[in-house]
């Protein structure tokens, strides 16, 4: 069920793009309640839902190639290759020309998947919201693994029975070659009902996932991958206010949306950094 404000929603959805009302139908008729404080705040997170799944996609057809931290590479006139496998702006390019190159450029670009669906995730927003409050916001942007800037203010939800299109979902190999750690799970974008992308696995089911993570156990293991039961989506309502026409939510109504739902693991600076078996490693 959707409500907006205290009501349940009675938004007519027919001129709205195909994208936008197969996600309007699947959540208005589930028995989970879902929020909004207003029409613009629930269009807004369907158009950021939608500019995630075509991020992904996008970066999937770019061409960038998933490796380890340690053979990591970037397009060197945007971005400063670190001693991690980091990738950090160079002086006088903006955030929004870094994360454009990615997907203009990808055959310069190796990363793994971690980093590949924070570059998703980035590109959504940039495709959502103001170019120059994108700048603004994420100045000091900095990619590497699940290191994300603050304002992104991604929520994790567990134990969760369902998910949408845009949402980030984890699987995990619990038995793990040793020696091909790399293999440890899958960070996804889901892209529909039975298709995720995977940075260096591509759109693909989620049995297809499982069967690439099996093939990497240890020998004899019978302990199976699996998808946990846990997405992760940005605060929707926060971002709203950054997009054409979005109107500035007040604090207190911004951190009683948030902690009804996010957990957060901990923080860096003024970036949030998500880290251990639950995410990724």
Known sequence: MIYIGEQQSTLDPSP??????????????????????????????????????EAAKALNASGAEFTTFVNARCNQRLWILNQRGGFELRRGVTPAQGIRDIFMNGRLYGFECATGVVIVL???????????EFNRLFADLLLYDWHYDSDLRLIDKT???????????????PD?????????????????????????IGIVSAEKIIYELNRHRIPG????????????????????????????????????????DASIYGQIGARRYLHGETIQI
């Open 176 to 200: 793990v070659r040793p020696s091909q750690i790399e293999w440890q799970g899958e960070n996804t974008v889901k892209i529909n009902n039975d298709l995720y992308f995977g940075h260096g």
């Open 221 to 260: 293991s019978t302990t199976s991958a699996y998808q946990m039961d846990q997405v992760i989506y940005p605060d929707f309502l926060y971002l709203s206010q950054f997009a054409s026409g979005g109107d500035i939510v007040s604090r207190e109504l911004l951190e009683n949306n948030y902690h009804r």
């Open 159 to 173: 134990g969760v029975t369902e998910s949408f299109p845009g949402d980030v979902m984890y699987f995990k190999n």
């Open 122 to 132: 980035y590109k959504g927003v940039l495709d959502s919201i103001k170019e120059n």
């Open 16 to 53: 709205w793009p195909n994208f936008w009302k197969k996600l309007y139908s699947d959540k208005s008729n589930s028995t989970v309640a879902y929020h909004y404080e207003s029409p613009e705040h629930l269009k807004f997170e369907l158009r950021l839902r939608s500019a995630i799944v």
